[in-house]
């Protein structure tokens, strides 16, 4: 398994709106783009993390639960606030590294990659073989480069 990065930092927000405004309005980030991943009944709401994209990729991510849904991030929020939700590093291959994880007895949240926002391919490794920790893993396709 190669990881390659961090791709995004997962940010849950108590109000998303605000925190949209915050990061593109006062911050002056680049927006890249608003999806609903309606499989996880998650908006997400991605920003660069800098100015001058060219310094860093790693990108921040507003998680929101879908409008009228029950839903992860609902529940952290409620029981924990907002703040860091998860971390996403990017790797080489996905399929690989899951195979590699399992192999090593690392529980995971998705035994199978799964569809992500922004045309990418995703699984997420529990927390409690993390330390607490939620990560996710992202496979980026090579329609979104």
């Known amino acids: 398994m190669k990881i390659v990065g961090i ?6 927000a108590k109000d ?3 925190a ?7 911050l002056q980030l680049p927006f890249l783009g608003e999806e609903l991943v309606k499989e ?7 920003f660069e ?3 001058s994209p060219a310094i860093s990729s790693a990108r921040l991510e507003i ?7 029950d839903g992860p991030i609902k529940k952290f929020v409620e029981t924990k606030g907002g703040g860091i939700h998860h971390m996403a590093l990017s790797v080489d291959d996905l399929d690989q590294a899951l ?3 399992k192999a090593k007895g690392v529980e995971l949240i998705d035994e199978k990659p799964r569809y992500g926002a922004h045309n990418s391919r995703i699984a997420f490794i529990h927390p409690r073989a993390t330390g607490g920790i ?12």
């Open 7 to 12: 791709n995004h930092l997962g940010l849950a």
């Open 16 to 18: 998303p709106v605000k």
């Open 20 to 26: 949209r405004w915050f990061l593109s309005e006062i």
């Open 40 to 46: 996880q009944k998650t908006n997400t709401i991605m």
């Open 49 to 51: 993390s800098s100015v």
């Open 63 to 69: 998680v929101a639960n879908q409008d009228g849904e």
């Open 99 to 101: 195979v590699e994880l």
């Open 134 to 145: 939620l990560i996710e893993l992202v496979q980026v396709t090579a329609e979104h480069g």
